[in-house]
């Protein structure tokens, strides 16, 4: 999953690159030096072996300065985040422009709408700058190269601005319009109607994008509709599991099993049960956690020759009962687990499952938000 590479830190904020965004670089680099080739090409005869080289060298330069100008816009969110106490983990540039990683999402929608826009506002500034800096270059000569060189990377500035604009997560736009929506209603109805707004977007944007042959746009469209879905689905589960910690849903009945339990016995135990995973213990030590999914991969033949140590899974994630269980949530879906142990002090007092949580969302969803 973390395939960036860290790059430097601004602010006390590390700004991380991942390949895709390198992709991009070369890319951007590939079609200015095609497109200034097109505009003033035949103005320098271009066409020589070193002036191929020296447009080369240009149209790298243009991509890092694009580069730049993406981190300065991320940086203008992160700026009025850090202002107003939200600490921000870092900044990774993708192959669509960056994302800043936060602890937490403000809940405030004003500074919301103020930190979406710290983006945008800094890309228009640059675009503006560039573009009125390319005016009195263009005056010398229209076809300086200077000219053509401020003025493109003015316009995509610009372009970079209306883009992040749009009105849909995980755009700048779809925050703006969550935000504005959140002075009006509660949280959890705002994002709703933002993500609704968001995927109308998109269905549009992949029904032009069929129309017109345009491939980016169909990616575009893609990217904009499961943004919009997984905006919407994280913060409804937040805001259930809000004050809700560990201890408040787990089991704390905890049947564990010794590592010497037969695959056979423990069939037996999980349809008596009806448990799909159980700790290991040996004695008060926890071993590791065994799963219906762990006893699958073992042959019916084999299960009364193979123990529980054999097959169950060692490498163990716990918690502590004072955790948030949206934490917990959080865990088992970058690790990709089920349940996870709940620990207090090296003890074994509990076990959360993914059905608790369900649970716990379910009846926190019928509760009612006052937000
Ligand atoms: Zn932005």
Known sequence: ??????????????????????????????????FSEQVFGKAYGFGSVESASLRWAYSLLFAVLLFVCVALHELGHSYVAHKNGIRIKSITLYFFGGVSSMEEIPRDPRLELKMAFAGPAISGILGLACVLLAQP???LDERNPLTI????LGVVNLILMVFNLLPAFPMDGGRLLRAWFATRMPYVAATRNAASIGKAFAILMF??????FNFILL???????????????AT?????LEGIKVRNIMSSSVRTIPPSTTLRELMELMFQE????????DGEALQGIVTLTDLQKVPDAERDTTNVEQVMARKLYVIAPEDEASTAMKMMSEMGIRRLPVMDNGRLVGIISREDLVRAIEL????????
């Open 1 to 34: 999953m973390d395939s960036s590479l860290q790059i430097g830190k601004i602010i006390g904020i590390p700004i991380r690159i991942h390949w895709t965004f390198i992709l991009v670089i070369l890319y951007v680099a590939w079609a200015f030096a095609s």
């Open 137 to 139: 270059a263009s005056i």
């Open 149 to 152: 060189f401020l003025w493109t």
């Open 207 to 212: 029904v032009l994008g069929l129309f017109s």
């Open 219 to 233: 990616f575009v469209a893609f990217f904009v509709y499961v943004g919009a879905s997984e905006e919407e689905k």
């Open 236 to 240: 409804e589960i937040n805001i259930s």
């Open 274 to 281: 009806k448990h799909r995973g159980y700790p290991v213990m």
């Open 364 to 371: 926190s969803s019928g509760r009612g938000f006052k937000r």
